[in-house]
C-alpha cells in the first residue's frame, strides 16, 4: 500500500480499514460495504484518498476527497 489514503483491504477475518504505510488497521468489518461506509468517512474527515481493493487484493476502486489535482470542469 504505497498510495496515501485509507486502503479497503481484505483480511482473515472479513474486511479491514487501513491508513497507507500502516500495518494496523482502524477497524475490521465482516463485509466489504461496512469498511467502505467507515473508510470513506475518515477519508472525508482529512481529505484524503479512498482506495477499494478486491478479493485479489488489486485496486478497484478510488475515490478523493481531498485536494483533487484533476478536479472535473462545471
Same mark, same amino acid.
Given at each position: ?18 491508513? @497507507?504505510?500502516?500495518?494496523? !488497521?482502524?477497524?475490521?468489518?465482516? &463485509? $466489504?460495504? @461496512?469498511?467502505?461506509?467507515? !473508510?470513506?468517512?475518515?477519508?472525508? &474527515? $482529512? ?28
Amino acid at each position: 500500500m504505497s498510495k496515501k489514503g485509507q486502503h479497503v483491504v481484505p483480511d482473515a477475518r472479513g474486511w479491514s480499514v487501513k491508513k @497507507a504505510g500502516s500495518s494496523k !488497521a482502524s477497524g475490521t468489518y465482516t &463485509t $466489504q460495504t @461496512a469498511a467502505i461506509e467507515a !473508510a470513506t468517512k475518515i477519508a472525508r &474527515t $482529512q481529505r484524503t484518498e479512498l482506495y477499494v481493493h478486491g478479493k485479489d487484493g488489486r485496486i478497484r476502486e478510488r475515490n478523493s476527497y481531498g485536494k483533487d489535482p484533476h478536479p472535473p470542469k462545471g
